[in-house]
């Protein structure tokens, strides 16, 4: 008996992994779309066509145009380490994104459900500790820190 409980909760995290692994990897896809979007928007709103070299990892983004860099590090529930409180290092869903510049945090995002008590809710990265999503407007803010930066160092 205990042996069966075992191996239908090791198959059950698992599953969890891969199912954490797979969403955080499309999440992390969408912050590059919308990112690579507001950097677009602005090359064609006769701003300096500025072409970001973007280095990506598992859980990284990194986008750097000329000297300035930001780097967006995603941080996954199945990153803590066996015997560790998932729930009290991720109390509001399974994964967090910490937006940097070499001069500080840019932003603080939260991977969870878009509609919180909807079984059938899909998952968005949304603004530390508030109800809104992680839009345009926030990747416009990181893009134009970037784009500030490189400016001042022109």
């Known amino acids: 008996m205990s042996n069966l409980t075992t ?18 990897h499309d999440q992390v896809d969408a912050l590059l779309g ?25 859980r990284m983004l990194r986008l750097t145009i000329g000297r300035c860099a930001t780097a967006l590090e995603v941080q996954a529930t199945i990153d803590v380490p ?29 991977l969870r459900q878009a509609h919180p008590g909807d079984p059938s809710s899909v998952h968005a990265w949304m603004v530390a500790g508030t109800e809104k999503a992680v839009t345009e407007s926030e990747a416009a803010l990181v893009v134009d820190h970037l784009l500030a930066c490189q400016s001042a160092a022109a």
């Open 82 to 110: 066996d015997g560790e409180s998932r729930a009290r290092l991720f109390p509001v869903g399974p994964a967090r994104c910490i937006v940097r510049a070499p001069d500080g945090i840019l932003a603080r995002w939260d």
């Open 34 to 58: 919308l990112l690579m979007g507001r950097i677009e928007r602005v090359a064609t709103a006769g701003e300096p066509a500025t072409q970001p070299l973007v280095s990506r990892g598992d």
């Open 7 to 24: 191996t239908s909760s090791s198959a059950g995290h698992t599953a969890y992994v891969a199912e954490v692994r797979e969403l955080v």
